[in-house]
């Protein structure tokens, strides 16, 4: 039994310090991973699924944004044609 609750108290404690690691993807340090002219499944996988997401089309052209806030910080990307045009990184204070 004792060897079942050691097994357990390790695996918790992987866990958690893995989940430690992870951090917040919403960071300068992604902001700056982040080209004109990536493709919007480029960006999520580096930012993950975003908080926000809007759409429009006319006249042949499509547009999106997405935004990613996490921990006070916030990205904010617009997609034309499915291709980063514009980026932008904001704190926001309390």
Do not use: H
């Not at 006319?58 to 916030?74: K, N, Q, Y």
Request: charge should be neutral; charged fraction near 20%.
């Amino acid at each position: 039994m004792a060897i079942n609750s050691l097994y357990r108290a390790l695996a918790l404690a992987a866990l958690l310090f893995a989940l430690a690691g992870c951090g917040s993807k919403v960071s300068e340090e992604n902001f700056s991973r982040i080209e004109d002219g990536m493709t919007e499944q480029q960006v999520y996988e580096i930012l993950g699924k975003p908080t926000e997401t809007s759409s429009m089309g006319a006249l042949g052209v499509s547009g999106s944004s997405a935004v990613w806030s996490e921990d006070g910080a916030r990205i904010s990307v617009q997609f034309v044609n499915g291709k980063v045009r514009l980026k932008q990184f904001d704190r926001v204070k309390p």
